[in-house]
T-cell receptor, first 115, second 115 residues
Framework: GESVGLHLPTLSVQEGDNSIINCAYS??????FIWYKQESGKGPQFIID?????DKRQGQRVTVLLNKTVKHLSLQIAATQPGDSAVYFC??????????????FGQGTILTVHP | DADVTQTPRNRITKTGKRIMLECSQT?????MYWYRQDPGLGLRLIYY???????NKGEISDGYSVSRQAQAKFSLSLESAIPNQTALYFC??????????????FGPGTRLTVL
């Protein structure tokens, strides 16, 4: 089955710094990877995704890097702002087998941005 | 995401009571999901439905049941609530017909407390 883990449960940074949140996954058949942001009292919000045929994808101030060799995923947030403070989840799925159409979530990393 | 709504937003109930949580979506998506979130844990899948006639158990379905009344509505029931079902519950949707996307969109959540 799929298991998804995070290297650090909490991350504290200063405003303006770059943040890196890491995620490891176990299933080599995983082919879709997504990052969500969850603010207090809200549901998870989509940030950025990437498919296994890519190793990097950029959005607005965010970049996702995928290393399929070591089954590792990271989210980079540039010039972190206080509004970025939230819990960040990675999730993975695969096109076939019992994971079809489903996401497996990691436990989450709490990002705190200090002014 | 305002396109996915959940009712009620908060509910306090007693052990043994039957509870129904409702989810509605205006995104026109075929797939709907129910998740549970506990402190310090990621989201765990309870049930999912790929269309109106399709219902599938997730990893933690015991003690729960669901009903897909229409494409836009997916309800979760706790037949006899117990205290360890105290958690945040999220509904999510995804578009089966958007090629290459397994992105799920989440509602605001229901905070359920079972005394």
């Amino acid at each position: 089955g799929e298991s998804v883990g995070l290297h650090l449960p909490t991350l504290s940074v200063q405003e303006g710094d770059n943040s890196i949140i890491n995620c490891a996954y176990s299933n080599s058949a995983s082919d879709y990877f997504i990052w969500y942001k969850q603010e207090s009292g809200k549901g998870p919000q989509f940030i950025i995704d990437i498919r296994s045929n890519m190793d990097k994808r950029q959005g607005q101030r965010v970049t996702v890097l995928l290393n399929k060799t070591v089954k590792h995923l990271s989210l980079q947030i540039a010039a972190t702002q206080p509004g970025d403070s939230a819990v960040y989840f990675c999730a993975v799925s695969s096109a076939g087998g019992t994971s079809y159409g489903k996401l497996t979530f990691g436990q989450g990393t709490i990002l705190t941005v200090h002014p | 995401d305002a396109d996915v709504t959940q009712t009620p937003r908060n509910r306090i109930t007693k052990t043994g009571k039957r509870i129904m949580l409702e989810c509605s979506q205006t995104k026109g998506h075929d797939r709907m999901y129910w998740y549970r979130q506990d402190p310090g844990l990621g989201l765990r899948l309870i049930y999912y439905s790929f269309d109106v006639k399709d219902i599938n158990k997730g990893e933690i379905s015991d003690g729960y049941s669901v009903s897909r009344q229409a494409q836009a509505k997916f309800s979760l029931s706790l037949e006899s609530a117990i205290p360890n079902q105290t958690a945040l519950y999220f509904c999510a949707t995804s578009d089966a017909y958007r090629v290459g996307s397994d992105t799920q969109y989440f509602g605001p959540g229901t905070r359920l407390t079972v005394l």
